[in-house]
């Protein structure tokens, strides 16, 4: 073990520093009267579409002494502010460059947005409209004409209200006229319990900037009065059978359409069949009203459709071959897709278990991204920066994402379908503050020995999990984030904690998780305090020499982290401190590292039993300098070239 190196990147809070102000290329270029003006939500596409992105009014005021976030009701509707400080360019949040704001958030503090809604005409006069919040971080009220309509918390998941009682009409009510929308928005960043991923007030090492507000797209479209309210696709594991849920929010006669299939069923053949998904309205939704509506006046109309495919097209990161879907009503209609694929953790021909992709081993060359910008933080400027990095990492022979402790844009996981990458999805992680000694530091240089505490009710505030709140907070998150990103064909493995931050009963949570999504791995406990359930054992190792641990429980063997070569750029970097795990002066110093580390250290473990690693990390982010692509992503730090065949045959 390199106890220097280790010792030396032992993070510390540099709150006080200046960054550097640096750019994307597409931030660069931003055009703002065009932001992010791409149809956000991929997988359930309505010809209907207001794009509210660009300049709002927004206001940073000071909480009242009674003001309460977890209350999250309509107190203080009557002290919308009349004067506001400047505006905000959405969905930038005001901590990010390319707000145009600059200005960062505190927790006794409440940052108010407004903007005109645009007038629109009215299909029908009696269809709703929607309006669709990407994520807003962390706690949204929300207000049309000043009056009060809901409440969403969370910073990481979307959720839709429907406005229409809330709207001024013209007089033949087939037009929007006059209407004002308000959000105000609350955000504690790491001072409580609440997921907050890496963000902090005090950023330093592999802690970074924290952020507030809206930071994705905001949107509205208009539905007839009966309307597809959610889709559930699940490819079943015999690569054969298609499984298809369709919700309604009244019956309705329902058609599934994909080349060379269709069926219908009738308004009267909807069933009472229990799903996870059924009766749990507290679920974040971009699809339906899931908050300010009570659900109990209509229960929803559920439509099972099964279909068998004769020779399908399968899905992989090779061949990212997708399927048009089309679900129609009599007065609705949604284009979605779908892939025909599985993934699972199965015996090879030798007996270890690995990850199988269409239960075939593939070996999953993995990187981990953090999914921060320096200009937009975790706001990408533009659809063509998401889909560079994606792109870039192909290139550079990965084809494994594991998004780290952050719920992506809708269509940055769309990309990653289309382009054929597979994705590993943490949950967000929170708790009080982290006891980085005892679930960082010594686990790091000690696992066998520090790795193996208990994550039970005894150790709840060891792992900065005391509130009893924020535990259920969660468990609930988690199964909302699994049901949000459910059919996302590239998704392979729910990640549920990393490093001990925040966890909790990691058996029980993963009991749960299969209970939603029985299709999917899970790897319950990335690094260390591995409770021995779920799909992986999963382990961290950046400072000792890489191997293979035979798992008692006959798991699937991933080295989740690995890696962090670290190497500061003059001009591409945030600050000129340098944090990584083993730092290096010149980029022809760090490729030699690099590929000796892959070709040397890594791919001889795949024989002995290595399913899959994830090397750290795909970019720079503020004083941490260990990506293969700087913060900026102007430079990718070492050449694919050089060795043009790393994995050609890593799954053959």
């Given amino acids: 073990m390199d106890l220097i190196d280790a010792i030396k990147a032992i993070d510390k809070p540099h709150e006080d520093d200046v960054l550097n102000r640096l750019f994307t290329p597409w931030g660069e270029k931003l055009d703002k009267d065009n932001v992010l003006k791409e149809y956000p939500r991929p997988q359930f596409v309505r010809d209907s579409y207001y794009n509210l992105n660009g300049y709002w009014d927004y206001c940073i005021t000071d909480k009242p002494s009674d003001f309460k976030n977890e209350s999250l009701n309509a107190a203080f509707a009557d002290e919308i502010p009349a004067q506001m400080d400047g505006q905000i360019l959405v969905p930038f949040s005001p901590e990010a460059i390319l707000s145009g704001v600059?200005?960062?958030?505190?927790?006794?503090?409440?940052?108010?947005?407004?903007?005109?809604?645009?007038?629109?005409?009215?299909?029908e006069t009696t269809s709703r409209f929607l309006l669709h919040f990407g994520a807003v971080d962390q706690f949204a009220d929300v207000f049309v004409n000043g009056s009060y309509v809901a409440s969403h918390s969370?910073?990481?998941?979307?959720?839709?209200?429907?406005?229409?009682?809330?709207?001024?009409?013209?007089?033949?009510?087939?037009?929007?006229?006059?209407?004002?929308?308000?959000?105000?928005?609350?955000?504690?960043?790491?001072?409580?319990?609440?997921?907050?991923?890496k963000q902090t007030l005090r950023r330093g090492g592999m802690y970074y900037s924290c952020q507030s507000g809206i930071w994705q797209t905001v949107w509205m479209e208009e539905v007839p009065h009966t309307y597809i309210r959610e889709l559930r696709i699940r490819p079943e594991s015999d690569l054969k059978t298609l499984s298809i849920e369709v919700s309604t929010n009244l019956p309705s006669k329902v058609t599934v359409?994909?080349?060379?299939?269709?069926?219908?069923?009738?308004?009267?053949?909807?069933?009472?069949?229990?799903?996870?998904f059924t009766g749990d309205f507290s679920f974040s939704s971009d699809t339906y009203p899931s908050v300010g509506e009570d659900h109990s006046a209509q229960d929803p109309s559920y439509y099972h459709f099964t279909?068998?495919?004769?020779?399908?097209?399968?899905?992989?990161?090779?061949d990212p071959y997708l399927y048009p879907l089309q679900i129609y009503t009599d007065s609705d209609h949604v284009n979605s897709y779908f892939a025909m694929r599985s993934f699972s953790v199965e015996p090879d021909e030798k007996g270890i278990n690995r990850f199988c992709l269409n239960h075939k081993p593939y070996f999953l060359m993995g990187v981990l991204d953090q999914g921060y910008w320096p200009d937009g933080l975790y706001t990408a400027p533009s659809d063509e920066a998401l889909i560079f990095d994606i792109k870039e990492m192909k290139r550079l022979h990965y084809n494994m994402l594991r998004k780290h402790i952050k719920v992506e844009a809708a269509r940055w996981y769309y990309h990653c379908d289309r382009l054929g990458m597979i994705v590993w999805q943490d949950m967000v992680s929170g708790g009080s503050s982290y006891a980085k000694p005892v679930v960082s530091y010594l686990p790091t240089l000690f696992p066998k020995v520090f790795g193996r505490m208990s994550d039970g009710p005894a150790y709840y505030k060891t792992f900065s999990r005391g509130s009893s709140e924020g535990r259920s907070e969660w468990l609930k998150?988690?199964?909302?984030?699994?049901?949000?990103?459910?059919?996302?064909?590239?998704i392979g493995t729910w990640v549920l904690f990393n490093e001990g931050w925040g966890q909790f009963n990691a058996a029980g949570a993963t009991i749960m998780a299969k209970e939603i999504?029985?299709?999917?791995?899970?790897?319950?406990?990335?690094?260390?305090?591995?409770e021995g359930s779920g799909s992986f054992r999963s382990v961290h190792n950046y400072f000792r020499p890489l191997s293979v641990e035979i798992d008692k429980a006959g798991r699937a063997f991933v080295i989740s982290e690995y890696g962090g070569l670290a190497c500061h750029l003059d001009g591409h970097s945030s600050v000129d401190r340098i944090y990584g795990y083993k730092k290096y002066a010149t980029l022809d110093d760090l490729g030699v590292a690099y590929y000796n580390l892959i070709n040397g250290d890594l791919k001889p473990l795949i024989a002995k039993g290595l399913s899959g690693a994830v090397y750290t990390q795909l970019s720079d982010v503020e004083e941490e300098v260990n990506g293969l692509i700087t913060y900026d992503r102007?430079?990718?730090?070492v050449n694919p070239d050089l060795d043009p065949h790393m994995t050609s045959h890593i799954n053959e």
């Fill in 477 to 490: 998150e988690m199964r909302n984030t699994i049901r949000y990103l459910y059919n996302v064909p590239s």
């Fill in 634 to 637: 102007r430079i990718t730090k």
């Fill in 517 to 530: 999504d029985a299709s999917r791995p899970i790897d319950q406990a990335s690094g260390w305090f591995d």
């Fill in 102 to 123: 600059e200005r960062r958030l505190l927790p006794d503090q409440i940052l108010w947005y407004k903007r005109a809604l645009p007038d629109i005409p009215r299909t």
């Fill in 154 to 197: 969370g910073g990481y998941l979307p959720f839709t209200v429907d406005i229409t009682d809330y709207l001024n009409l013209s007089e033949d009510k087939r037009a929007l006229r006059d209407n004002v929308l308000t959000v105000r928005v609350t955000d504690t960043s790491d001072s409580s319990y609440h997921s907050r991923g």
């Fill in 257 to 276: 359409k994909f080349p060379g299939h269709e069926m219908v069923k009738s308004p009267e053949s909807a069933d009472s069949y229990e799903t996870a």
């Fill in 307 to 318: 279909f068998e495919l004769e020779d399908p097209h399968l899905w992989s990161p090779e």
